[in-house]
Every structure is written in structure tokens, then in C-alpha cells.
């Protein structure tokens, strides 16, 4: 019976994912509030952030698939980048806790960070249509408008699942974003040479590439071939 239940609720996750995540895109209540306070609702929502990692590098990935990379490493790399997401989530989780004393309110706490985390990876929901940045012209300011999309539902989120008010919600979610992003470009550039190492280990490639210059790869790569 057990194994039943487990299975059971296995295959209800991706429908627990979808409603979570169409409800955090129209900025619903009951959404957030369940990322704060549910432990399943936090799990779909790290899947979340970690399949919005997948989907911004499924536009990446074309330059791997046109090489004719093996597909464990077109798969790894997949997966790489959703973990490097779901740590982005927990930096900035931990940023938002970090300076929330300094808004007075004393609601968020140690305690939270469960809630917190969950809140954070569910504002990742806008982000499942990264694959679209690899588009040229607009990809770079789609990929723009997504992360701003993603920081104004991390400020309603906290404000939903936390009551905090918007201001505080605005402060302790900017902030967040703010010293999650000045502690992964420090980390960043201190890690620079052994991550680009751990990215060629993965995919064979470092995946650092703009969208015009993938496209311009692949274009290239299309006419040696007719000419070969």
C-alpha cells in the first residue's frame, strides 16, 4: 500500500507542478501560500526552479546537438545548469532571511527558510519559457524580462506567503536578489577557471555564448556541411 501511495503521488507531482506554477505567473495567493507553508508544494517548487534551469539551457544546448554531442553530456548539461538554479533559489532565500531584521517586523526568521526557499523557486515559474532567449534580437531582452518577472513575484510571494507588507515584501526581496547576485559574481570570478573546467567536463563545451553568437555558430556549422 505504501508503495501504491508513493507512486501514486510520483505521478501527481506534475500536475501539482503545473497549477503551482500557472497560479505563481497570475500572481495567485493561494499559490505562494503553499509554497511557504507546504512541504509538497515546496518540493514542486524547487522542480520548478530546477526545470527553469533545464529550459534556459535547452537554447544553449542547440550548439550541442548541431555538434552531435553524446547525449550524456547533452543531458548533463541539462542538469547542470537546473542545480546551478536551484542553489541561485537558496542564495537568495538566504539573502532575503539575512536582511530581514533590518525591516523591523522580525518575521522571517531561521525557521522560514523552508518557506522561504520554496517562495524563491516558485518566482522561477516565469522562467520555464528561457528556452525562448536563444532567439536572436529579442532573445537577450526576453532572458531580461523574465529575471524582472521573477523578482516581482519573489516580492509578491514573500508578501503572499508571509504577510509581510509589500514595502518590507519589496526590501527583503530586492535585497535578496541583490546579495544572492553580488555573491554568485564573487563567486563567479573567484571560480571562474575551475567552472568553465566543470563545464567542459560536462558538456564539452562552456555554454557561455550569446544568442546571436549560437545562432551565427549554427548557421556556420549548416553551410560546411552543404559545402562539404
Given at each position: 500500500?505504501?508503495?501504491?501511495?508513493?507512486?501514486?503521488?510520483?505521478?501527481?507531482?506534475?500536475?501539482?507542478?503545473?497549477?503551482?506554477a500557472?497560479?505563481?505567473?497570475?500572481?495567485?495567493?493561494?499559490?505562494?501560500?503553499?509554497?511557504?507553508?507546504?512541504?509538497?508544494?515546496?518540493?514542486?517548487?524547487?522542480?520548478?526552479?530546477?526545470?527553469a534551469?533545464?529550459?534556459?539551457?535547452?537554447?544553449?544546448?542547440?550548439?550541442?546537438v548541431?555538434?552531435?554531442v553524446?547525449?550524456?553530456?547533452?543531458?548533463?548539461?541539462?542538469?547542470?545548469?537546473?542545480?546551478?538554479?536551484?542553489?541561485?533559489?537558496?542564495?537568495?532565500?538566504?539573502?532575503?532571511?539575512?536582511?530581514?531584521?533590518?525591516?523591523?517586523?522580525?518575521?522571517?526568521?531561521?525557521?522560514?527558510?523552508?518557506?522561504?526557499?520554496?517562495?524563491?523557486?516558485?518566482?522561477?515559474?516565469?522562467?520555464?519559457?528561457?528556452?525562448?532567449?536563444?532567439?536572436?534580437?529579442?532573445?537577450?531582452?526576453?532572458?531580461?524580462?523574465?529575471?524582472?518577472?521573477?523578482?516581482?513575484?519573489?516580492?509578491?510571494?514573500?508578501?503572499?506567503?508571509?504577510?509581510?507588507?509589500?514595502h518590507?515584501?519589496?526590501?527583503?526581496?530586492?535585497?535578496?536578489?541583490?546579495?544572492?547576485?553580488?555573491?554568485?559574481?564573487?563567486?563567479?570570478?573567484?571560480?571562474?577557471?575551475?567552472?568553465?573546467?566543470?563545464?567542459?567536463?560536462?558538456?564539452?563545451?562552456?555554454?557561455?555564448?550569446?544568442?546571436?553568437?549560437?545562432?551565427?555558430?549554427?548557421?556556420?556549422?549548416?553551410?560546411?556541411?552543404?559545402?562539404?
Open positions: 500500500m505504501y508503495v501504491v501511495l508513493m507512486l501514486a503521488d510520483l505521478l501527481a507531482m506534475p500536475l501539482t507542478m503545473m497549477s503551482l500557472l497560479g505563481a505567473i497570475g500572481f495567485s495567493t493561494e499559490a505562494f501560500a503553499a509554497a511557504a507553508a507546504s512541504g509538497r508544494a515546496q518540493t514542486a517548487a524547487l522542480l520548478i526552479a530546477f526545470l534551469g533545464v529550459s534556459e539551457m535547452l537554447g544553449q544546448s542547440v550548439i550541442l548541431v555538434n552531435r553524446a547525449l550524456y553530456r547533452f543531458l548533463a548539461s541539462l542538469a547542470f545548469t537546473g542545480f546551478t538554479y536551484v542553489l541561485t533559489a537558496l542564495a537568495w532565500a538566504l539573502s532575503a532571511i539575512a536582511v530581514a531584521p533590518l525591516t523591523r517586523l522580525g518575521v522571517l526568521g531561521p525557521n522560514e527558510i523552508a518557506g522561504v526557499f520554496g517562495v524563491v523557486s516558485l518566482a522561477f515559474a516565469p522562467r520555464l519559457f528561457g528556452v525562448f532567449s536563444i532567439a536572436p534580437y529579442f532573445g537577450q531582452a526576453l532572458g531580461n524580462l523574465l529575471e524582472a518577472f521573477a523578482l516581482a513575484l519573489a516580492v509578491f510571494g514573500l508578501h503572499a506567503g508571509f504577510g509581510l507588507p509589500l518590507a515584501a519589496a526590501f527583503c526581496g530586492g535585497a535578496g536578489w541583490v546579495l544572492s547576485y553580488i555573491v554568485r559574481s564573487y563567486l563567479g570570478h573567484l571560480l571562474a577557471t575551475p567552472l568553465k573546467r566543470v563545464r567542459f567536463l560536462v558538456s564539452g563545451s562552456a555554454l557561455d555564448k550569446s544568442p546571436q553568437q549560437i545562432i551565427d555558430d549554427l548557421a556556420r556549422r549548416l553551410k560546411l556541411e552543404e559545402n562539404a
